[in-house]
């Protein structure tokens, strides 16, 4: 990040832990958790959802 020179805002900056589903996330105007889902075959995978 510093050869961008980019640096992380202190107070907007946290770890979110996304296993539960309970948390999630804030980037570019979007709320971002973990969700389930599932293929046409029955097969079951974890995405993120925008809200």
Known sequence: MERLELTLHPTKTRIV??????????FL?????KTKAGTSKGKVYYTTQQC
Do not use: P, Q, V, Y
């Open 29 to 33: 105007g979007l709320h971002h958790r």
């Open 17 to 26: 832990g996304l296993w539960t589903g309970d948390e999630g996330f804030d």
